[in-house]
T-cell receptor, first 117, second 114 residues
């Protein structure tokens, strides 16, 4: 019963390097999200995908790109990493309205801790 | 635009004492409200949710929250704190579950003192 799986769990980058965070869910959910968590800031939405084939910016999209590869997978790419992108990144998914109301809105992965030196 | 304010970034209680974590929301339409808990080095998990049915909502681990429209609040309570309750708690709001993303508060870290 995997739920939402994120890889890698830990990554250290140098400024200017690029990387992709992978996320996959096995719950047949329509919507997927990327949040970042920083101390004292809570969770802030980077990008989301309400359905396969669509993506939208969230509160803090600058410096990131996303790809909704298929219904299961939603990746987050840092093209040129900066120290300000040091954070813990969470992927989440949710079903359609009826499902979301009955099951609890968002299911989260365990997070990916990224350090940019 | 929706927003959530959690009063107190850190709350400390003694074991067995009442836990009260405060959440106020701002929404132009009837909101759907959630409390999530995050244990160290883990993702978030749902504690409870308000979806316009009962205003007093019971969740897991003995927590409950009351939706008060007149006060735009959704405070989280537990009658008796346990050491295992030490975690970070997030309040969140949306107006369209499943269609629009949750907006989270900044979180409240709960410490429980033996």
């Amino acid at each position: 019963n995997a739920g939402v799986t994120q890889t890698p769990k830990f990554q250290v980058l140098k400024t200017g390097q690029s990387m992709t965070l992978q996320c996959a869910q096995d719950m047949n959910h329509n919507s997927m999200y990327w949040y970042r968590q920083d101390p004292g800031m809570g969770l802030r939405l980077i990008y989301y995908s309400a359905s396969e084939g669509t993506t939208d910016k969230g509160e803090v999209p600058n410096g990131y790109n996303v790809s909704r590869l298929n219904k299961r997978e939603f990746s987050l790419r840092l093209e040129s990493a900066a120290p300000s992108q040091t954070s813990v990144y969470f992927c989440a998914s949710s079903g359609a309205r009826r499902v979301a109301l009955s099951t609890g809105e968002l299911f989260f992965g365990e997070g990916s801790r990224l350090t940019v030196l | 635009a929706q927003s959530v304010t959690q009063l107190g970034s850190h709350v400390s209680v003694s074991e067995g004492a009442l836990v009260l974590l405060r959440c106020n929301y701002s929404s132009s339409v009837p909101p759907y409200l959630f409390w999530y808990v995050q244990y160290p080095n883990q993702g978030l998990q749902l504690l409870l949710k308000y979806t316009s049915a009962a205003t007093l909502v019971k969740g897991i681990n003995g927590f409950e929250a009351e939706f008060k429209k007149s006060e735009t609040s959704f405070h989280l309570t537990k009658p008796s704190a346990h050491m295992s309750d030490a975690a970070e708690y997030f309040c969140a709001v949306t107006d369209q579950p499943g269609n629009t993303p949750l907006v989270f508060g900044k979180g409240t870290r709960l410490s429980v003192i033996a």
